[in-house]
Structures are given as structure tokens and as C-alpha cells.
């Protein structure tokens, strides 16, 4: 089982940058496809990044590509996501999950609690 937490979000302008973490408890986490997903208010759940589990499979919703970047640790059971140029659209409840052995789940079984992002025009 792995038990996830995020950090790093809060207020940002428009145009600004931000880096969030993850931490993941657990002996294998270097066996678990990472992802990270965002909800804003009214909105249904999206994905926004996600890394195999050994690092060399990123891939991006377009939203975010060319924006965002996913990256993680395995010695530090830690995965981020740099987040540049930042839009008000970006605005979210920001979720790390984790997939065991895919490296395109369609599903993820591990979810942390969410961290805030908001930014301002």
C-alpha cells in the first residue's frame, strides 16, 4: 500500500511558477507509475502529468505541455511537478496518485489529499 501527501501549492500571479511535491510512504515505490490530476470547483476531475515508474515515460495533458514538467526520485520516494507560466485556468485542487507496474494506467489506485493552487490575473 502507499500513502501519498502533497505540498507546495498556494497563490501565485499569472505568469509565475510553483513546484509541487509529493511524498509516498511505502517500500516500492519505485514499482509505481506516478500521475498528477487537478480538480477546480465545478469540474470534473483531470489528468495533468504522469512518469512510469522508472522515470523514463513522461507524458502531459495539452493543457499543460510545454508548461508543466514531472519528475520524480526514487531514492526519496518523491515525485514533483514544476509548474511555469502559470494561467488563472490552472486554478485547483491538485492530486498526486500512484499505479502499480503500468506505465499508462487507466486508473490509479492511490490518492493523496490534494493541495491548493490558485492563480490571480
Known amino acids: 500500500q502507499v500513502q501519498l501527501v502533497e505540498s507546495g501549492g498556494g497563490l501565485v500571479q499569472a505568469g509565475g511558477s510553483l513546484r509541487l511535491s509529493c511524498a509516498a510512504s511505502g517500500r516500492t515505490f519505485s514499482s509505481y507509475t506516478m500521475g498528477w490530476f487537478r480538480q477546480a470547483p465545478g469540474k470534473e476531475r483531470e489528468f495533468v502529468a504522469g512518469i512510469s515508474y522508472g522515470g523514463g515515460t513522461t507524458y502531459y495533458s495539452d493543457s499543460v505541455k510545454g508548461r508543466f514538467t514531472i519528475s520524480r526520485d526514487n531514492a526519496k520516494n518523491m515525485v514533483y511537478m514544476q509548474m511555469s507560466s502559470l494561467k488563472p485556468e490552472d486554478t485547483a485542487v491538485y492530486y498526486c496518485?500512484?499505479?502499480?507496474?503500468?506505465?499508462?494506467?487507466?486508473?490509479?489506485?492511490?490518492w493523496g489529499p490534494g493541495t491548493q493552487v490558485t492563480v490571480s490575473s
Open positions: 496518485a500512484a499505479a502499480f507496474g503500468v506505465v499508462r494506467p487507466s486508473r490509479y489506485d492511490y
